[in-house]
């Protein structure tokens, strides 16, 4: 299924009246306050964030799955999944594989389909966390990491393949998630773990093509609970920067342990240019993989302020960051809460756009709390929709992105197209 632009120009048209005085009035109360309201605009019209070929279908817990049906089962209807997202929001160019789920059997062909729906390849991600069918060693006991030169070299091998894969698309990152560690105390020697993770690492790094870089992911706890060998970012840094300039570190919301600063995590990254790339996403205990912004929309705002900072930052030595969501969706329909989660990053990007940067070095440099606080609260309290509304239609995309996949019936379609009963392949 594909949506046509002048299907969007015609839902659109009613819209746009009643868009436009609610645009007026804030326009005006920004410039006013001395915010340059087309440029922000502008910024939020270009903002675009990845989506993961496995959040394109219900996920599930443990305890079960619920898959509501017209699930993407190829890598081509994945592709069409984003593109529908794209088509609606205009604010999902791209899409993020996953091998080996996301193998393309003919890249040259995957690409013009990709192409089409105005699609790039973000950042390819690996997979040592589970044993395949065809594998000769067993990831149960660590991949990168083991203690086993064999289990370690098919790991490599494993990595090496997937940034053959993104070569062949024209993607320009390897992210690599470790879920390796130990459960039991005694189960790992802590060093060596590390050094061989280092040394695993370093292999691939040297067949990294030049413009490449390589996204070091940090998780604190699971599957492995006792201990990760790369737990944190310190740890990711510490690797990154062994590995040299083109290793970055990859910040995963959920992967903090529960009231972690994330936003300060993010600052001092930036700050020594070593942060690549972010998953988002939202919890309340860890790794919930919830909508984005739908449980702590304040901090994921205090962390635009950050990245927003970083990013303007004339002498930023970091470079441009890889943007992906990493949700996986229990109960509601994949494509529907994707498009939350994009409007709630493009919100916060759009808040943090508005903070007042002077007026809040000037309240630092003073001690004014109060006034900081006032500032940041400022920015964050104000209603920046019109702003977002104002980039879709900028942008050709839907006033209302969800309001249109639901008069479209797109679920309905795809199940029609797909079945009720297929499944996305992935996590
Ligand atoms: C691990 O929890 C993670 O966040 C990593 O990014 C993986 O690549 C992704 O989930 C999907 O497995
Ligand atoms: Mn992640």
Redesign the pocket.
Known sequence: MRVEKSVIQEYNNPLQNQQQKKFEFLAEELENAGKNVEQIVQKLADFQVAI?S?ALGTGGTRFGRFPGGGEPGSLEEKIADVGLLHALNRSSGAISL?IPWDIPGNANAVKALADSYDLKFDAV?S?T?QDQKDQENSYKFGSLCHADKAVRQEAIDHNIEVIKYGKALGSEAL?V?LADGSSFPGQNNFKQVFQNTLHSLQEIYQELPDHWKVLV?Y?PF?PNFYSMVIPDWGTSHMLASKLGEKALCLV?L??HLPNTNIEQIVAILMMEGKLGGF?FNDSKFA?DDLTVGCIKPYQLFLIFKELVEGMEDPNSINPPLAWMI?ASHNLKDPLEDLLQSVEAIKIAYAQALLVDKEELAIAQQENDVVKAQEILQNAYRTDVRPLLTASRIQAGAAIDPVGLYRELKVREELVKERGSFSMATG?
Do not use: I, M, R
């Open positions: 993961p496995w996953h991600n997979n966390f992210t998630w992911e998780k699971e995963d959920g992967h998953h790794d990493d996590l």
